[in-house]
């Protein structure tokens, strides 16, 4: 594990939101939010609205252009994502989960949580210098964000899809070149 299990998942869910938007989009509706909410256990509350499902796709460009984003920039926007929500980090321990950092109350709406829990596992990430651990999928058609949380930093695509696809080519690829 290179980060604590609080900050590894909160990245993971915040690039699966990020790369939802991708076609096919896998954050349309109401239910779409409810799995992603259930998957990821986030906690606080989830009205289950339309304009909830809105206010959480707006965030996936914006969490995009952060994962993308240099060291410096991703300090800035991850300290200015922290002050817009008046973030306060306290440890908290629920739900059979041992002592984690919560930086945002459970009456906040479910995108200021997202963000939030975002910015906090990006401060561990630009402490330990790990942005590297951060790509675009290697996918030529693709455009996806890929966290590699691998120990030998092996991960080159978004999805098990697209690496299969990419298997796929490169043994017709192999195959035709061998034919000849």
Known sequence: MIFTHDTEAALLAAVELANSELEPDTMNTVEDLDR??????????????????DAVRALRAPLRRLFTSSRDEAVRAVNQMLADAAAVPQLVRHD??????????????LETRIMVETAMAMVDVIRADKMSRFSVC????????????????SRKFCSTACGNRNAVAAYRSRQR???N
Do not use: K, M
């Open 138 to 153: 290697a996918d030529v058609d693709c455009e996806g964000v890929v966290l590699d949380l691998s120990r030998n930093r």
């Open 36 to 53: 992603y909410f259930s998957r990821w256990v986030y906690t606080g509350s989830h009205t289950h609205a339309q304009a909830e499902l």
């Open 177 to 179: 070149a061998s034919a």
């Open 96 to 109: 059979g989960i041992d002592w984690h950092i919560h930086a945002i109350g459970p009456d906040a709406p």
